[in-house]
């Protein structure tokens, strides 16, 4: 399969709802450029996608690269060796763009208890900050700058719900050539944001005190989490967002700082943590895979391109799937296979450095089917055994600027236990369930077992990468294949 390759596409024009005063009261700029938590995209530099990634400057000054991708025509008109030196060009742009992130300062992540980029590899594990209790943790909520106000966000309010998901479908990660941004449901959120024993202060949100509309958001959600020898409670940080218009101003150091005194008070010390953007200090860097379910469509969008000497009816023929799976047994998971799902998945995620420790409750709620969010899968043998499971998620992400589509609809890997055949087969399945769920792509990274079908089942490689953190926690890096952890 040739390599495909994106181009780039125009800045999105930023939306003109007001925000409001904010701007000239806000605290200085940083001069930090904003980088994304990365996802989407095949043959774009992103934390799902693969192309070439602009420098971050040029990203935040609106820079244009080349004209927005067109479908056959273009893609056609292109030689292989034009391709090629695209191909390569961005796969530089790209590095450097990843260099140039990890070489500057950065005032607030240095005064945090993470790793130094520079530092050493450590042999040994342990905290980072010295040892506290919640009592000597500060009681007051960090300042916010006089216009904005900290607010403990209800998810069960629908209105408050429809206003965490407007921020973030508005302004939350985009790919690298803003072509795409997530579209998190929320009825997405409400699952990822509500497992079991979760708190309502960690879902924190910051309000324009004059309009109530809600500019910031960062969450935390509780899992127990192991690395490598040493299993310990932690904080799942996600969703960490700051409105377009608030950008630069060091409007996120707070966020963190507010999460974190939080998250503390509850004696908790560590957190986990991915993104796209190269900070200090990750403890691995995986990549993402795509694998074409609908390729007229993701063409169409600028997703993916033509390969060289590949016409329209040749790729979609070559990503074509079967209608129905191929293995005998494959039903929906239900309710009563919770306890035998559980078995399977905590023991197989065991052999992984870096993954969490469910109990059965909570991985009854990651992976219990629900409809437009969560896909899970059991194969049951004849004898009424559940032997094998796979599941994945529902990640759309709006299209920007397209005048036929709106909407990417992805499906994420998510965990996945074969015991009867190789992964393979059963990803192949995966694949054709989530065709038959109308899925355009089904991306995966290269973590746990997934290098041992990506190739086969022709997904095709990402240009960026996923880098996970661990806040107060060193140890020696983990590889791709020893992460045993999806965070959504
Ligand atoms: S990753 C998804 C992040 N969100 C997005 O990419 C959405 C679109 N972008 C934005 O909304 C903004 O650009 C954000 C930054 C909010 C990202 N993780 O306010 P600033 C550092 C951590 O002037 P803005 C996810 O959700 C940056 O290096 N830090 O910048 C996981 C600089 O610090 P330093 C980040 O662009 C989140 C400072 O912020 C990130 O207006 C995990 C600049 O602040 C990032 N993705 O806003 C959070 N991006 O100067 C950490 C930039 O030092 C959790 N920065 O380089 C840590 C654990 C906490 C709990 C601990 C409990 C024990």
Redesign the pocket.
Known sequence: MPPKEEEDAEVEEEEEDEVDGVEENGQD??G??????KKKKKSKGDKAAASGAKPVEEVAEGGGGEAAAGGDEVAENLSSQEQLLQLLRRSRVCEESRRASAE???????TQPVPNLGAADFQDCGPIDELKTPEEVRDDPYPLPEQFQWEALDVDILDVAKEIYTLLTE????DDDCMFRFDYSVDFLRWALKPPGYLKEWHLGVRVKSNGKLVGL?T?VPATIQVYDNTIR??E??????HKK????????V??KE??RR??KQN????V?????V?PRPVSECRYHHRSLNAKKLIEVGFSRLGPRMTMARTVKLYKVPESPQLPGMRKMEKKDSRRVFELVSHYLKKFMLHPDFEEEELAHWMLPRENVVYSYVRESASGEVTDVCSFYNLPSSVLGNDKHTLLKAAYSYWNVATTVPLRELMYDALILAKQENFDVFNALSIMENESFLKELKFDIGDGYLQY?L??WKCSKIEPSGIGLVLL
Not at 268 to 271: E, F, G, R, S
């Open positions: 700029a940083s930090a450029a904003e980088k994304k938590k500057r300062p950065h005032p607030f992540w240095d302004n939350y990660v985009e960062i935390g932690m904080a940080i996600n969703f960490l967002c700051v608030l950008r630069s101003k060091r409007l996120a150091p966020l963190i999460i974190t998250v503390n908790i010390w560590q957190a943590y991915t993104a796209g953007v900070l953190y806040y107060n």
